[in-house]
């Protein structure tokens, strides 16, 4: 992730974050219902990651990905694809450690 953020073209720097920010959205809007006030570091992150106004966060994410993806050629679409896989990978990695 760190390498997109410095060597990445606009369409692979929004693959990552339509990736993370979707994740985070699915699971925030998940245990929104279960997640205990008493602690603050989760469900603070809980409230970000939920909800009407981050759901549009995510659409307009989305709609950048695609309105770009419709200005790129193959190899482009290749890179991006690459990129979204790769960041799928690292999110299973991280919700996948939360269980470990």
């Known amino acids: 992730m760190r390498d997109v953020s410095e ?16 994740s985070y959205l699915s699971w925030g809007s998940r245990v ?6 008493t602690r603050f570091e989760c469900f603070e ?6 909800g009407d106004t981050f759901e549009g966060v995510v659409q307009y994410l ?4 695609d309105k770009e ?7 482009g679409r290749r890179a991006c694809e690459r990129r979204f896989v790769d960041a ?11 269980y470990d």
């Open 88 to 98: 799928v990978s690292l999110e299973e990695a991280f919700f996948g450690s939360a």
């Open 62 to 65: 989305r709609g950048l990905l």
């Open 45 to 50: 992150w809980v409230d970000l990651h939920s």
């Open 7 to 22: 060597n990445g073209t606009l369409g692979e720097i929004l693959s990552v974050l339509v990736v993370c920010e979707w």
């Open 69 to 75: 993806g419709d200005l790129l050629d193959e190899e």
């Open 32 to 37: 929104l219902g279960k997640t205990k006030r």
